[in-house]
């Protein structure tokens, strides 16, 4: 296909996908496209219907899952705190047990929303929640890797999408919020730098890929607005006119997934925003936002920048 957009839905029938961190946010956006593109896809998190993670929040991977499978896919929940290496040898061994393979794996555990504190420096960050802040983006992703890749590499055209905030050359010039939420989402970026090399020789491509302003659900709850009235929200912050729904950047993988040339793009840093210009999808409202260029438009002018020019 080249770098020909292509406007036509994926059709990933056969294709198994795990999406590492799927209770909420991107990785449910991303379960959910996979599984409308016809995907098998197994859903993991550490919030179940009988047990919450320390978000405190009611999304539940089953959830998740029951989503995926009427959108079309096949959902499967698999309880798994990706801290504990034994949780996620056991789900690779199920995966391997019930498929024989993977073929896309999706890295967006993440778990740091209520870690972080804004433009506070590090001297000054409580140090026990910027370094478990560490732990859930950076480790979580390390030791999924190290159990679940050996599935992917099986057999050529495996791909890997290192889920982040920002891109490569947008991060590199900018403080992203605090030290400890800097570091998680520049290493990231570099994981899957480094993974495009280490899977190359095994047929597989690795790329980083960041949505941009995202309406997760907990997002919704701070502005007091759903998915289908969120522009509501614009009266009081109208540079939430540049958000995009999960399902946006969940397109955004299920194209890529879909891609029989995805190998050309070994190695890339990635936004939702761009992918849907090259892939033609749009957003659930038929828009194609793109938020990066957006925001350094905003830098580069005192004057206001319309965020309808970049939807």
């Known amino acids: 296909m080249g770098n020909t957009p292509r406007t036509s839905a994926p059709d990933l ?6 999406v ?8 449910r956006g991303i379960a959910v496209r996979l599984g409308a593109a016809g995907a098998t896809v197994y859903v993991t998190g550490r919030t179940t219907r009988e047990r919450r993670s320390e978000y405190d929040r009611p999304e539940t991977i089953e959830e998740t899952a029951e989503r995926v499978t009427a959108a079309g896919g096949a959902g499967i929940a698999v309880p798994t705190d990706h801290l504990v290496p034994e949780e996620v040898r056991a789900l690779a061994a199920r995966i ?16 740091g929303e209520k870690l ?7 001297w000054e960050h409580d140090l026990d929640k910027g370094l478990r802040l560490l732990r859930l983006g950076v ?3 390390a030791i999924t890797s190290h159990f679940v890749l050996p599935l992917l590499i099986r057999r050529p055209g495996g791909l890997v999408v290192e889920m982040t905030d920002g891109t490569a050359a947008y991060n590199a010039g900018r403080y992203r919020n605090s030290y400890f939420y800097d570091l998680v989402k520049n290493s990231v970026l570099r994981m899957a730098f480094v993974l495009a090399h280490e899977l190359k020789e095994h047929g597989g491509t690795a790329v980083a890929l960041t949505p941009g302003w995202l309406r997760s659900e907990m997002m919704l709850d701070a502005f007091g607005v759903a998915e289908d009235n969120w522009r509501d929200a614009l009266a009081k912050v109208p540079l939430f006119a540049i958000s995009e729904s999960p399902a946006y950047v969940g397109r955004a993988v299920a194209a890529l997934a879909g891609d029989a040339d995805v190998a050309r793009r070994n190695g890339e840093s990635l936004s939702s925003g761009q992918l849907a210009q090259e892939y033609g999808f749009t957003d659930l409202d038929g828009s194609r936002p793109d938020c990066w ?3 350094i438009a905003s830098e580069n002018t005192d004057e206001p920048v319309d965020p309808a020019s970049y939807r």
């Open 13 to 18: 029938h056969g294709k198994i996908a795990l």
């Open 293 to 295: 260029p957006f925001l």
């Open 116 to 122: 972080f504190a804004f433009d506070e420096p590090v």
């Open 20 to 27: 590492a961190g799927a209770t909420r946010g991107a990785g």
């Open 96 to 111: 391997d047990a019930e498929q024989g393979r993977l073929d896309v794996l999706v890295n967006d555990i993440w778990g």
């Open 139 to 141: 480790e979580t992703h």
